[in-house]
């Protein structure tokens, strides 16, 4: 099994940056592609960006040239920096690792931007 937790979120005005972790445990061998998704109430959960073999990273068009997705292999954690953040990427973000035929999922972490 996988355990992922997520850290890093918080209020942050419009502009601002945060990064958020996504620490991973138990069996994560084989790993095919890690991701950040985020959920707003009333909406349906969406895809923000992947990352994979080979750190080669995907991005939603809405969050495209303001969040980056790394991962550090040693400490078992991925990242999502959040540049330029506006009210409208206010949401729960929620680290995703798949690998067949399974997702994990992390409990979530609360992102709000507000003046």
């Known amino acids: 099994q996988v355990q992922l937790v997520e850290s890093g979120g918080g209020l942050v005005q419009p502009g601002g940056s945060l990064r958020l972790s996504c620490a991973a445990s138990?069996?994560?061998?084989?790993?095919?592609?890690m991701g950040w998704y985020r959920q707003t109430p009333g909406k349906k959960r969406e895809w923000v960006g992947s990352i994979r073999v080979g750190d080669i990273t995907t991005y939603a068009d809405s969050v495209r040239g303001r969040f980056t997705i790394s991962r550090d292999n040693a400490k078992d954690t991925m990242y999502l920096q959040m540049n330029n953040l506006k009210p409208e990427d206010t949401a729960v973000y929620y680290c995703?690792?798949?690998?067949?035929?399974?997702?994990?999922w992390g409990q979530g972490t609360q992102v709000t931007v507000s003046s």
């Open positions: 995703n690792y798949y690998r067949h035929p399974n997702d994990f």
């Open positions: 138990g069996n994560i061998r084989s790993i095919q592609t």
